[in-house]
């Protein structure tokens, strides 16, 4: 059979057994070892496990159990609390401060703890009911806090980013500085919108300030510097070309379940089980979807399909921003039901040659992709942040928090037609850091 | 995380060979968090001895490989268990729940099937290393069924956590992919 028919065959089985409700990377066993059986023979299932282990065999790999290690922690501690309080003393005089310290406190903490559910619940918690006390819209509300916790899989260090690197072989220190700048750009239009439309609800005086003193502004700090120095430290040792990111995360990972434990006092045995319980949980979920990505991408590469597919793009006369365009709703597509890592290794291996081929820069696309996975944490039908948010505001409906997530999914898309034109927003930074 | 069941553990009522599973599997999660951790500890420890002590290090890099290695596969069945293995519930949640049953059935059948693949040519796989004495080409050059072993074992225990899954389904000790709410009835 033509690899291309063959291709799209396996694109209709996999959405076939993935919407059966088998779990992800059991799926994409099944469809490769289907495949392989049927036209490469009963022999190749022989060589899954083999592939399997040495898809994993990669130091690389380690990064992730490590930077979620480090999250868990974080997000374990009251450090959500602390560090929303700490923006929220010293962002007071700006106008509208209450939702920019919100917004800040999402962005900030999402990085630091990889995890968008946390963030939602740990800065929704008190973000959300202080806003509605204020006057602040139930949208605004509830909207900003679930954008705000998306930001954290385009920040650095971002897990999300980690698994695109290692799907795609491009540098994980570059990955990590191109998410910073379109990372800022989301923020700064996240408050944008959240002013404008508190200003044009005509409900200005929410916008004015509570004031706190000196002693308010300086004693909230030492609560909250600790984690911020370790990752800033984390960072350091990469681009400073000390350690691998593997390695200091290794680090980080150690330092901050040491803080977690004596700032924060997690002495209990049980607490500490549960932060590592959940880290296990996330790092194995992921890794078994590594492992099994793998096995597909070689049953894909074993039949032609791959190299078929970078053909036929070759030979199709399209712009490439058609091409690009199509990429993304198909991505847009797929990450209204899965999440960002199961997107990111199912099609990088289709993907990345049709990138590669039309001539974008894989780095550039890691950003566009991952603002567009983004959307698909705030979207329906299975935006976890829109449940989160539900959960810890059972009084907003849920209609109510997808009209406040809309505008803010808008903004996503301005962000990727801005890349569009800007590439440099992503590209500027880890060129001047590690050179061209 | 998106797609991510937000279904509740797996529950085993009061079938003793669930008992036996659920616990055999916990056991695995414990062995599993504690590898990570060792390799978290064994990654420090070699950025001790090469920055602090200027020392080499020769075997800690491919150890901790295969720590997580073996800490991914042992944990599968825990996972399994905990219902983290992230799926796309978007069907079942829209079938009514007879049907949502039989369809239950049918991917805990079809997981069973591929994990045994999986297993019996994990265990083949380690079978030969340990035969024939396969050693890795590194300086430290371990004998490879060692790590090789977590294919047989990960994905062995992963089957029986699969077989307890769709035992406790068709005995209606559990609430097919979980989900206790929902769906037309």
Not at chain 1, 215 to 221: R, V
Not at chain 1, 337 to 342: H, I, N, Q, S
């Given at each position: 059979m033509d690899p291309l028919t063959l291709g799209g065959l396996v694109a209709l089985g996999t959405i076939l057994i993935l919407f059966s409700g088998v779990s992800v990377a059991i799926g994409l066993l099944i469809v490769s070892a289907l495949f392989l059986m049927i036209f490469d023979g009963m022999r190749s299932l022989e060589l899954m496990p083999e592939i399997f282990f040495g898809k994993l065999d990669n130091f690389a790999l380690l990064s992730i159990p490590m930077f979620i290690i480090m999250g868990a922690s974080i997000a374990s501690t009251r450090a959500g609390a602390d560090l929303y309080e700490a923006l929220e003393r010293?962002?007071?005089?700006?106008?509208?401060?209450?939702?920019?310290?919100?917004?800040?406190?999402?962005?900030l903490f999402s990085a630091m703890s990889g995890s968008s559910p946390a963030t939602c619940a740990a800065i929704g918690k008190m973000g959300i009911p202080e806003m509605r006390k204020r006057g602040y819209s139930d949208e605004v509300a509830a909207g900003s806090i679930a954008a705000g916790g998306t930001l954290g899989i385009l920040i650095p260090p971002s897990v999300t980013m980690i698994v695109y690197g290692?799907?795609?072989?491009?540098?994980?220190?570059?990955?990590?500085?191109?998410g910073v700048f379109p990372g800022l750009l989301l923020v700064g239009l996240f408050m944008a919108w959240s002013l404008y439309s508190t200003w044009r609800s005509g409900n200005t005086e929410v916008l004015t300030k509570t004031v706190y003193t000196?002693?308010?502004?300086?004693?909230?700090?030492?609560?909250?510097l600790p984690f911020i120095a370790i990752i800033i430290g984390v960072?350091?040792?990469?681009?400073?070309?000390?350690?691998?990111?593997?390695?200091?995360?290794?680090?980080?990972?150690?330092?901050c379940l040491l803080i977690a434990i004596v700032i924060y006092k997690l002495w209990s045995p049980v607490k500490l089980w549960e932060v590592l319980r959940d880290s296990t949980k996330e790092s194995v979920m992921i890794l078994f979807i590594i492992g099994a990505a793998g096995v597909f991408s070689y049953m894909l590469s074993s039949l032609f399909i791959t190299q078929a597919i970078a053909e036929w793009i070759g030979t199709l006369d399209v712009n490439r921003w058609v091409l690009m365009f199509a990429v993304n709703v198909f991505l847009l597509v797929a990450g209204f039901?899965?999440?960002?890592?199961?997107v990111i290794l199912m099609a990088a291996p289709i993907l990345l040659p049709i990138i590669t081929t039309a001539g974008f820069d894989p780095i550039w696309f890691a950003v566009v992709l991952t603002i567009?996975?983004?959307?698909?944490?705030?979207?329906?039908?299975?935006?976890?942040?829109l449940y989160v948010i539900n959960g810890i505001a059972p009084d907003i409906k849920l209609k109510t928090i997808l009209a406040g997530s809309l505008p803010f999914v808008a903004c996503m898309v301005i962000a990727i037609v801005l890349l569009c034109f800007f590439p440099g927003i992503a590209t500027w930074l880890p060129n001047a850091v590690m050179g061209v | 995380m998106a797609g991510q069941s937000t279904a509740a553990v797996a529950r085993t009522g009061d079938n003793l060979f669930l008992k036996a599973v659920a616990a055999l599997s916990t056991l695995a999660g414990w062995i599993s968090a504690a590898m990570i951790l060792a390799a978290v500890a064994l990654t420090c420890q070699m950025i001790f001895v090469r920055f602090v002590l200027n020392g080499s290090t020769v075997w800690q890099t491919e150890a901790v490989i295969y720590l997580a290695v073996g800490a991914t596969l042992i944990g599968l069945p825990y996972v399994q268990r905990l219902r983290g293995h992230v799926n796309v519930d978007l069907i079942p949640l829209m079938l009514p729940r007879t049907v949502r049953r039989y369809a239950a059935i049918f991917t805990l059948s079809i997981s069973i099937a591929i994990i045994c693949v999986m297993f019996f040519y994990g265990y083949e796989y380690w079978h030969f290393a340990w035969e024939r004495g396969w050693r890795s080409d590194t300086v430290w050059g371990p004998k490879l069924w060692v790590p090789y072993l977590a294919l047989p074992l990960g994905f062995g225990l992963l089957l029986l956590q699969l077989v307890a899954d769709l035992i406790a389904v068709i005995l209606r000790i559990d609430a097919p992919f979980g989900l206790e709410e929902g769906g037309p009835s």
């Open positions: 010293w962002l007071t005089r700006v106008p509208g401060g209450l939702v920019i310290s919100n917004l800040g406190a999402c962005a290692i799907a795609t072989e491009t540098s994980i220190g570059r990955l990590f500085l191109a000196w002693k308010q502004k300086l004693e909230i700090l030492p609560r909250v960072l350091y040792a990469m681009y400073g070309g000390i350690a691998t990111p593997s390695e200091t995360a290794a680090v980080g990972a150690l330092l039901f899965l999440p960002p890592v199961a567009n996975m983004e959307i698909g944490l705030i979207s329906p039908p299975v935006g976890l942040n | -």
